[in-house]
């Protein structure tokens, strides 16, 4: 019975490592985003610039907007349209908005949600931002304007978007920890907030952002 039990647990770690390794292209895809992970938090990148609408239908620079703020940022990626993850990270980042309310880091710490999907405008923006309940003064969304721009800003915070069927997009998604002078300094997983925004405290201390 105990060898027979063994067996069957061989078998099914087996069969978990083989799917595993299916998924992630023989576990490179997984080693190499661990590694960029890394390699992000020990050496910030630099953002592109790129020239982003927000919510309420003004056209302006990341890189200024994130260096004249001077607050660490929360930047996740997601489309107005989409009903599946970007409504369960939209969730999430709502749930972080409360705890950096409830904190008092809103002068130190904000959030921004971009879209990346070309059909978003400042009316788009603007309707998706009272669907989570956003405060203009924590939680800012914006979309952006210049298709080359905007790849290279995902390529480098490791969003990958697929068109697909009926106007979706498949994407990835993940918290990115932004300082103040528009560097990318960690990517958390979107199932681990808490993280991101330690991560984002920690930034905000260092940076010496005083609340």
């Known amino acids: 019975m105990i060898l027979r039990w063994f067996l069957a647990l061989v078998l099914a770690m ?8 299916f998924l992630t292209d023989g576990f490179s895809a997984l080693t190499a985003e661990t590694a960029r992970r ?15 609408l927000d919510d309420t239908g003004h056209l302006q620079s990341l890189d200024a907007d994130l260096r004249e703020d001077g607050r660490v940022a929360i930047v996740n990626f997601f489309y107005t349209r989409c009903v599946a993850l970007c409504l369960a990270q939209g969730s999430l980042t709502e749930q972080l908005q409360q705890v950096i309310e409830g904190e008092g880091l809103q002068d130190r710490i904000r959030l921004i949600s971009i879209s990346f999907d070309p059909r978003d405008k400042a009316d788009d923006l603007a309707r998706y931002a009272r669907r989570m309940h956003a ?19 995902l390529d480098l915070f490791g969003i990958t978007v697929i068109p697909a069927p009926l106007g979706e997009f498949e994407h990835n998604a993940a918290f990115h920890v932004v300082t103040p002078d528009a560097r990318l300094s960690r990517i958390l997983d979107l199932d681990t ?3 991101a925004l330690q991560a984002a405290r920690e930034l905000a201390g260092a940076a010496g952002v005083q609340p």
């Not at 203009?136 to 952006?144: L, N, S």
């Open 14 to 21: 087996a069969a978990g490592i083989g799917v595993l390794w």
């Open 135 to 153: 405060r203009d003064d924590v939680w800012r969304f914006m979309a952006f304007e210049d298709p080359q721009q905007m790849h290279e800003a």
């Open 193 to 195: 907030p808490g993280l």
């Open 38 to 52: 890394q390699s992000v938090a020990q050496q910030p990148r630099p953002i592109p610039d790129a020239q982003v």
